[in-house]
């Protein structure tokens, strides 16, 4: 998280099992701090498996393509599983190259060791930002 700017609520990526520049394999953990600390909630919804779908996406934008990029827009964001979040599932984004503005599209899931998928983005949109 040297590069990111995120607490340790946002920290939700263990690391990178595999990249290349069409897709990513991340390992999401659930963060040690919870989303609001000790005002913590059930959510089930998955924001913080969604943050790590995010994150992921936005990794390879940074490390192969060298640029900093936040979220624009999302075609479809589906939740399969709202149970309680597990405490490690696996990323998988694919990188669908850049749309007409040159933005970066993607699609990502979020599964566990067994396939089961908990949460996708479809189309999922990255606008590069100044930063780096």
Not at 64 to 88: A, H, Q, R, W, Y
Request: net charge negative.
């Amino acid at each position: 998280y040297k590069t990111y700017f995120h607490g340790p609520s946002f920290q939700v990526l263990d690391g990178i099992v595999d990249a290349n520049r069409n897709e990513v394999v991340a390992v999401f953990k659930k963060p040690s701090t919870g989303l609001l600390g000790d005002k913590g909630f059930k959510c089930y919804f998955h924001p913080m498996i969604i943050e790590a779908l995010f994150q992921a996406c936005g990794w390879r934008d940074i490390y192969i393509d060298n640029k900093m990029t936040l979220p624009d827009s999302i075609e479809k964001v589906s939740v399969i599983d709202n149970g309680e979040d597990p405490d490690m599932l696996y990323v998988y984004s694919v990188f669908k190259g850049l749309n007409n503005y040159g933005k970066s599209v993607y699609d990502a899931w979020a599964f566990d060791e067994n396939g089961k998928i908990y949460a996708e983005l479809i189309n999922y949109v990255m606008i590069g930002v100044n930063i780096l």
